[in-house]
Nanobody, 123 residues
Framework: QVRLVESGGGLVQAGGSLRLSCAAS????????VGWFRQYPGKAREFVAA????????LYADSLKGRFTISRDNAKNTVYLQMNSLKVEDTAVYYC????????????????WGQGTQVTVSS
């Protein structure tokens, strides 16, 4: 059974940094990709970044390039989202998700989802 567990969210001041973790378990993930999405209240989930497990190929939302970095630790089956220079508008629930094959920004392509972690950026 595939399980994704996010951690690392919390409260941070604008300009600060947070690192989110997504620990995956339940199978071998060499042919999978992990994506990070975020969701504002009452809005659809928004793509943040994705990484292909096998070759480390990364994909980012254009608006977040340069501030957010996605990476993976194969030995720990964990994907990270490093978020720097955080802004108040980054406040959201962040989800990691898993799909077979390569990275994509389409949330509908991801079959497995974590429970989400709240990130709150104060001014």
């Amino acid at each position: 059974q595939v399980r994704l567990v996010e951690s690392g969210g919390g409260l941070v001041q604008a300009g600060g940094s947070l690192r989110l973790s997504c620990a995956a378990s339940g199978r071998t993930f060499s042919n999978y990709a992990v994506g990070w999405f975020r969701q504002y209240p009452g809005k659809a989930r928004e793509f943040v970044a994705a990484i292909t497990w096998s070759d480390g190929f990364t994909l980012y939302a254009d608006s977040l390039k340069g501030r957010f970095t996605i990476s993976r630790d194969n030995a720990k089956n964990t994907v990270y989202l490093q978020m720097n220079s955080l802004k108040v508008e980054d406040t959201a629930v962040y989800y990691c998700a898993l799909k077979q094959g390569g990275s994509t920004n389409l949330s509908s392509a991801y079959a497995y989802w974590g429970q989400g972690t709240q990130v709150t950026v104060s001014s």
